[in-house]
């Protein structure tokens, strides 16, 4: 009781902090930055007043703004004369009621405007115009921008906080203030939603009742893919794969692990097909399949990392082209059945699949976790049908041992641990973010893959937010291979991309595997080398210290992808939403729904990132610091090597920090 | 010997954790022999598969100890005793029944053999009990 009593107690301290790191900076910075135009309620408004007014000349082409950078003076009066050069665009500019239509080949004045709240504003085109649209942006600066000051006063005051706290109050057992080693059995103390939990989990049918419309929905994307409009943001196996699915997967990480692993329809296929079973059991354990064992050296998220990479260097065509999209599931689900029918365990969602890499890899963050109640009980018990399985259930096809796990990254949540244990020793626990993350980062030694998967989300989340939210007309013309488009976009020719634009891409490809694989890992090594000499140790070599820090990017990267979550649904929320009721982008309504496309609350889209990298930056500073008191046996050193990380950290949240600020 | 199997030690772990926790009225050969002819079933089919021995007696283990909590109206066992007694003991007959029936014993002889010796060994603890023995 007393132990439920402290969980409840550090609970309602971690909402707290939560709260305060996320409204603090949300409400300051708002206050400041609406400070600097007092008494002015609106960002901008139509002009009545006689004066002069600048003229802004903008050109709209398929898919830029230009310029791209629009500097105007607070309290200046604008007029905009935008004029398309190829097929019909949208003037629109975030939160505000200024939209406009541009036609092809004719010029729209938009004002007068008058400025009256400075800070950064997003020009997005408002008329779907081609495969690239969602992503046609220009940056509008109200001068002075105080917001960007602001943004990184914070970052480093929230730097120096956390630093301080960890050399007076850190402890190894606590994050944040909060006891990280306190869980909760959801199965036994939750009331009425345990039990009532546990017996759905313990029915055989559950897996294939959450799989059955996934897969559903599978056919769906291949069908809308293949004969679907061409237009990415009009078609089901975008709207709905890359905005609605591949933001609530970040949400999903942290709240239910790899639950999405429970669903995904990519193996189960196979999985059938070896198990001759949709549901149940067979009596006689012969699997379909070559029975083949899967090489030790590829049980690791190498090639799963690297698959996430590749899939992002072709992120601008995957996310634009429905066709292209719906070539990559068919390949995944193909290799899911076939490896499943060559290995009869999941080796596919260990190993291959970029999706399953990243959760996995984040799943560590999560507040969720499926473990026994007691390992001893387990070890004592030598039958062990969570490994082998039973007449209940199969025995772990992740091929972990649950009764031993000590970390979520494998655990593919499908619970024939739970049906299968005769102790009733597995549960669900809630638990605190991350808390076996230090153990995990010290336990794993020269093993790099999970080190690289978190250099590769990290630098990934910068790259997807310039290419898809920022201004820089290159990048995104990069990752598209140049590919230019006419006005019949029904007829436009998406997968024949020219030579020149072949090496635009390669530009793309370059310059980010650069920096995930190689530039980022040796500025990391680096720090981690001076880190080393500021604790004065010699006995600890740079790489094991290299190697446990670098898990610190899991939880800052998922604060700063689920940041990039939010910005993409805020957004582009329309699109998914209309997708339902027209898959195919044919014009249907089968729902009878249809959404305009508008943006919610995009002006405060900054203030809601902020409060997440913080927290990002602040948990990566506490892990470092509970991560270094395992290695020396001393706070001094340990703080020492957290303080130079911290620089680190430090310079990357402010990176992010200018991409939005 | 050719086809011995010894039914000793799961009768005793039987007497402790099955046949005290039946709740049936009539107590017959079958009820008594129940979660060893199932065994012994599994067994055969697995051989007929070309499944492997060794995994497939320790999993026996586990299908005994399954059909006994079934047998019993239970779905878990928080004696940890009682679960590792009856994994070891299903292991161990699974082993012995899989090398008779290798050998050439026919099934129904196998059967008919483990739940005569079974029905044998319950009726005398039992007369030990009422002649209290």
Redesign the interface.
Known sequence: MAKINKFRRGNIIFILIILMLLLAPLGISYFIISGQAQKVLRAFELSDEDGEARVIEITASQFQFNPNVIHVDLGEKIIFRVTSTDVMHGFYIDGKDVFAEVPPGETVEIGPLQFNQPGKFKIRCAITCGPLHPFMIADLIVEPDYTLFVFVALTVLTAITVLLYVKTKGREDRILGINRKVKIDVLKRVRIIGPLLKRVLQWRGIHFVLILPNLLFFMLIFATGFFGNPTGNKNFSIAVVWILWFALIEFMIIFASRTWCTMCPLPAVGEWIARRRFIGVH????WFSLNKKWPKSLDNMWIGALSFLVMSLMILWLVTRPVVSAILFLILIVMGTVLYLIVPARHFCRSICPAGAYIGYHSNESIFEVRSRSKA?CD????K?CI?????GYGCPWKLYPGGNQENTYCGQCYECLKN????NMTIKARMIGEDLPEKAIRTKNNYDESWMGFIRFSLVIFYTLAFFGPYWFLKDWGNMGNAYGANLASINLLTPTMGGFQKWLNWALLVSFVALIAFPAIFYGFSWLARKAAKVKDIPTKDMFGAYSYVLAPFGLTLWIGFAITLILVNWAYPVNAFSDPFGWGWNLFGFKFDWYPIFPHLIPFIQLPLILLGLALAINFTYIISLKFFNGRKPAFRSTAVMTVLYTGSALLFVYLIG | MKGNISILNISGAFEKYYWSEIDEKVISKHVVSEPLIDLID?ID??IN???EKR??C??S???L???V?EGTGR????N?DE??DL??EGKALAGDVWDALVDGLSLVRIKKQVIGSLWNDYLRRNQKKRSGE
Do not use: F, M, Q, W
């Open positions: 009596n006689v354990r012969k009980i004592a018990h030598p039958g049908e082998r399985g039973s007449p209940k244990c005769p102790l009733d | 599994h089919k697995a598969a070309g499944l995994g497939e320790a999993y283990g586990s299908v100890l399954s059909l909590l779905k878990y066992s928080y940890i679960t590792n994994y070891k």
